[in-house]
């Protein structure tokens, strides 16, 4: 399974624990529309090698998630549209990572 889309507002940083248990194989994970936090985020960290994409828009996810981000080697787009996160215009909140 390359590809996960938990896109449901049932969705919480609970369910990240099983998302984090079979992260070595994600290459996409689309977590637009939960309930995810920064905190559900930091849990993915060292679990999803390979992820490439990863999908947060319309979630609450604030600036410490950039962080958490930032420790995902793999990633090469994060969907970071509308959600709390301070500083990011529209423009830069799909962000291409090198």
Not at 31 to 36: C, N
């Amino acid at each position: 399974m390359e590809y996960l889309d938990l896109s449901s507002s049932m969705i919480g940083d609970d369910s990240i624990e099983a998302v984090a248990s079979i992260g070595a194989i994600l290459r996409n994970l689309n977590l637009g529309k939960t309930r995810v936090t920064s905190a559900g985020v930091a849990i993915l960290v060292g679990h999803v090698p390979k992820l490439e994409n990863l999908s947060l828009s319309h979630t609450p996810v604030d600036d410490l998630a950039m962080s958490y981000i930032g420790m995902m080697p793999s990633l090469k787009l994060v969907d970071l549209n509308n959600t709390i996160i301070n500083g990011m215009n529209s423009f830069t909140r799909t962000k291409l990572l090198s």
